[in-house]
């Protein structure tokens, strides 16, 4: 297959979250003290809305006190300001650009994290947000919709029409869900001894393939 691009997950693949609060699921325990259990659809709405803390306790029915909302928002300051690249990001990109690949990012993120995740990455060709697309990973959506952004085809694993490949530390979002639309996937797992332990060691395999279809011609 002809590459032309590269799909990066964002957290946990090019981006570490340092210092953890989870201010989302704690707006969703306050839904819980007051009776309101926590269900699969109130992720889903977190994540494919454009909601604020205050509007997502208010699509959800949850009632949040002045102050608690205070708390809650500076919680969620504090997991913002903490967000950082992993040391190989930067490289990786470089490196994958230089060899003439386009670069898109598909996360699930709620609202207020894409901004940050775009000022971190500024040059990437495409971003697939879940908030901003309206479907979750792994529903296949997302994946074509990047892929679209990025000129790419999914399903086109042979020729020269030229694919995508994602990469990614979840096997369900970032392996299985890409692969069932069309978009050959690896997996990172930042352990040593892993295949694949580090984005430097998933460039080296994306030019070595490079190279082979280069000299297959």
Do not use: W
Not at 16 to 37: T, V, W
Not at 73 to 90: T, Y
Not at 134 to 142: A, Q
């Amino acid at each position: 297959m002809r590459l032309v691009a590269v799909i990066f997950d964002a957290f946990g693949t090019l981006l570490e979250i340092q210092h953890r609060r989870n201010p989302y699921r704690a707006l969703l325990l306050e839904g819980r003290k007051q009776g309101r259990p926590i269900g699969a659809d109130d992720v889903r709405t977190v994540m494919t809305q454009s909601l604020s803390l205050a509007a997502a306790a208010e699509v959800l029915g949850i009632q949040v006190s002045d102050q608690r909302l205070m708390e809650l928002e500076a919680m969620l300051r504090q997991e913002l300001e903490s967000i950082a690249p992993f040391p190989d990001a930067a490289p990786a990109i470089s490196a994958l650009t230089a060899a003439g690949l386009k670069i898109g990012i598909c996360s699930n993120l709620a609202a207020p994290y894409g901004p940050v995740v775009r000022k971190h990455f500024p040059c990437t060709d495409a971003f697939a947000f879940s908030y901003e697309v309206g479907e979750m990973k792994p529903d296949r959506y997302i994946y074509e919709g990047v892929c679209k952004d990025l000129g790419v085809t999914p399903g086109h694993l042979f020729g020269d029409q030229g694919g995508a490949v994602m990469i990614g530390d979840s096997l369900k979002c970032d392996c299985y869900g890409p692969r069932a639309a069309g978009v050959r996937a690896l997996h990172l797992k930042r352990r040593t001894g892993s295949q694949i332990p580090d984005l430097m060691c998933f460039v080296q395999i994306i030019l070595d393939h490079m190279k082979a279809y280069r000299e297959g011609q």
